[in-house]
């Protein structure tokens, strides 16, 4: 059953984003776990060896060009961009690689997402066994068939307000060895320390206040979580990795706010 109103509230009619408590933003867990960056300088750097490489051309004073255009800051970049459209094309290469990954992943999370939705309004959260031409879905509904127990809240909202931070989690689920899960979908690869930190973020939070829907009613008391998953469907293998070094992580995530206030 759905609680009392409380001074909680998640805004995103306009796609805002914007968690708040007494009408005041909540810092975003994510933003905060944004501090710690993944090294993404040698991605960028091949993709735009990539570009210039099959382009073919050849640009002699390139680099005097470059030298001086910096010296007049933005201006001149954006003038030599214009002048040579490849070197655009080359600045750019990560930018476009990065969106056009950013659609998949939403699609993909999307799928996720409303497989485990239709499994708690359909089933009491049980896994349910789907045909599905998609892989990686596929992979995720046969491991949750063999491990989940239940499904128990998916896309619900979390605060703190010792933290002043808020969130949406992605998925709760209780598994077949009795271990209550918080996990996340990734389009990344493989699981990094960062996202484990942001779960932890999630958990510290629900742990204040409880879980609640985004108009801010309280749908549950704070639960004990016993681990944290991540879901990274950017690769075919689709590998499950689970963390249990609970303690460390929040930590990790504490120390995340605390530099992103010094930072600001």
Same mark, same amino acid.
């Given at each position: 059953?759905? &609680?009392?109103?409380? =001074?909680?509230?998640?805004? /995103? %009619?306009?796609?805002?984003? +914007?968690?708040?408590?007494? &009408?005041?933003?909540?810092?975003?867990?994510?933003?905060i776990t944004g501090?710690?960056? @993944?090294?993404?300088?040698?991605?960028?750097?091949?993709?735009?060896?990539? =570009?210039?490489?099959?382009?073919g051309e050849h640009? $002699?004073?390139?680099?005097? %060009?470059?030298? =001086?255009?910096? #010296?007049?800051?933005?201006?001149?970049?954006?003038?030599?961009?214009? @002048?040579?459209?490849?070197?655009? #094309?080359?600045?750019?290469?990560?930018?476009?690689?990065?969106?056009?990954?950013?659609?998949?992943?939403?699609?993909?999370? %999307?799928?996720? %997402?409303?497989?485990?939705? @239709?499994?708690? +309004?359909?089933?009491?959260?049980?896994?349910?066994?789907?045909?599905?031409?998609?892989?990686? +879905?596929?992979?995720?509904?046969?491991?949750?068939? &063999?491990?989940?127990?239940?499904?128990?809240?998916? =896309? !619900?909202?979390?605060?703190?307000?010792? *933290?002043?931070?808020?969130?949406?989690?992605?998925?709760?689920?209780? +598994?077949?060895?009795?271990?209550?899960?918080?996990?996340?979908?990734?389009?990344?690869?493989?699981?990094?320390?960062?996202?484990?930190?942001?779960?932890?973020?999630?958990?510290?939070?629900?742990?204040?206040?409880?879980?609640?829907?985004?108009?801010?009613? @309280?749908?549950?008391? $704070?639960?004990?979580?016993?681990?944290?998953?991540?879901?990274?469907?950017?690769? /075919?293998?689709?590998?499950?990795?689970?963390?249990?070094? *609970?303690?460390?992580?929040?930590?990790?995530?504490?120390?995340?706010?605390?530099?992103? #206030?010094?930072? !600001?």
């Open positions: 059953m759905e &609680d009392t109103i409380q =001074e909680y509230k998640f805004i /995103d %009619e306009n796609k805002e984003h +914007l968690h708040t408590f007494c &009408d005041k933003p909540l810092l975003g867990t994510s933003t501090v710690i960056s @993944k090294n993404l300088t040698w991605w960028a750097s091949e993709l735009s060896a990539i =570009e210039c490489l099959e382009s640009i $002699p004073t390139i680099r005097v %060009e470059y030298l =001086e255009a910096k #010296k007049s800051g933005k201006q001149g970049i954006d003038d030599l961009q214009k @002048k040579y459209p490849i070197f655009k #094309k080359a600045r750019f290469a990560h930018f476009v690689d990065k969106n056009n990954k950013a659609d998949t992943g939403t699609d993909m999370h %999307e799928m996720l %997402e409303k497989y485990v939705k @239709k499994c708690i +309004l359909e089933n009491n959260g049980v896994p349910m066994l789907e045909i599905t031409d998609d892989k990686k +879905l596929g992979k995720f509904i046969n491991w949750s068939i &063999d491990n989940v127990e239940k499904f128990m809240f998916s =896309e !619900k909202n979390v605060y703190s307000t010792e *933290l002043w931070v808020g969130g949406q989690f992605d998925v709760i689920m209780k +598994l077949k060895d009795g271990k209550i899960c918080l996990g996340d979908f990734k389009s990344s690869p493989v699981a990094y320390q960062n996202q484990f930190i942001q779960i932890a973020g999630y958990d510290l939070q629900q742990s204040e206040n409880g879980i609640f829907t985004s108009n801010g009613y @309280k749908l549950s008391e $704070p639960l004990k979580i016993d681990c944290y998953y991540v879901f990274p469907f950017g690769s /075919d293998e689709f590998k499950v990795e689970p963390r249990f070094n *609970l303690d460390e992580l929040k930590n990790g995530f504490r120390a995340c706010v605390t530099l992103y #206030k010094l930072n !600001k």
